[in-house]
């Protein structure tokens, strides 16, 4: 019970900062979405075994660096032609690993690349979801929250699915408790809750409601399953302890993380 306790009340915190955040203004997510990007990234130097201060405070330099970079410009702080200095960052982790006699290439290519993709330009690409000009009325804070709402909703009924009606496994190497009915389950719901929610919001067209419900909870499964798999290979249970009852910051962003690249891509060619 006391867990449970310590699971409900941090979960309601956890929630209520998200909120209030992304509601309060632009630059209060923003600010919000670089701690996550601070923090997950020491998480997935964690996960790689790297924990060289040298080579964390670089790792930490880069994602921050690079996010800090495409917010300013989602916030009409910088030009977009700013961005272009992003390419930069594609090629400093081979920098890193010429010059590094610790650590095997191959796990630094992989930590600083997940930092850069699974991190920094998710929470940037979140960050532009406030303008106009790109999404138009469904740009602001409700577009946000509504990419964790659904999100949240996947996991609360591919959890209860699972639990009524899973028998089969749905990635056994990974993560032996999901099942193919629990995710079928999510799946169904969220869309059925983003058709009810897209007939009253007249911002969001049901069919634009439909797609976005199922690329989020696709997606935002693998992303999931991608974060187990680091957590697997790593020996560990959770990413961090952050967050008492639920882990750590990649423990509780992975599916939005993972997913919000290719929303934002859906929405824009929308």
């Known amino acids: 019970m006391n867990e449970l306790l310590t699971r409900t009340i941090s979960g309601i915190v956890f929630l209520a900062v998200i909120v209030a955040c992304v509601l309060l203004s632009p630059w209060t997510c923003a600010a919000l979405l670089l701690v996550v990007v601070g923090i997950g990234t020491f998480e997935m130097c964690r996960l790689h075994g790297i924990m060289d201060a040298k080579y964390l405070i670089l790792s930490e330099l880069l994602s921050l660096i690079a996010y800090v970079l495409a917010a300013l410009a989602a916030l009409h702080f910088l030009s977009l032609r700013w961005l272009v200095l992003e390419l930069l960052f594609l090629m400093l982790p081979f920098l890193f690993a010429l010059f590094s006699t610790k650590y095997d290439h191959k796990v630094l290519f992989s930590c600083l690349y997940a930092s850069l993709a699974f991190l920094g330009l998710p929470c940037a690409l979140m960050v532009f979801m406030y303008r106009s000009d790109l999404f138009g009325l469904m740009a602001g804070a409700h577009l946000i929250l509504l990419v964790f709402g659904l999100l949240w909703v996947n996991d609360i009924f591919a959890y209860l699915t699972g639990r009524l009606l899973g028998k089969h496994k749905l990635f056994p190497r990974i993560s032996p408790g999901k099942t193919i009915e629990g995710s079928l389950g999510g799946?169904?719901?969220?869309?059925?809750?983003?058709?009810?929610?897209?007939?009253?919001?007249?911002?969001?067209?049901?069919?634009?409601?439909?797609?976005?419900?199922?690329?989020?909870?696709?997606?935002?499964?693998?992303?999931?399953?991608?974060?187990?798999?680091?957590?697997?290979?790593?020996?560990?249970?959770?990413?961090?302890?952050?967050?008492?009852?639920?882990?750590?910051?990649?423990?509780?962003?992975?599916?939005?993380?993972?997913?919000?690249?290719?929303?934002?891509?859906?929405?824009?060619?929308?």
């Open 187 to 270: 799946l169904v719901f969220t869309v059925i809750a983003m058709v009810v929610f897209g007939h009253y919001a007249s911002w969001l067209p049901i069919s634009a409601a439909v797609g976005m419900a199922t690329i989020a909870v696709v997606f935002g499964t693998l992303g999931d399953l991608c974060e187990s798999m680091l957590k697997r290979q790593a020996g560990v249970k959770d990413s961090g302890k952050l967050i008492p009852g639920h882990g750590g910051i990649l423990d509780r962003f992975d599916s939005v993380l993972f997913s919000v690249p290719f929303i934002f891509v859906y929405l824009l060619l929308l």
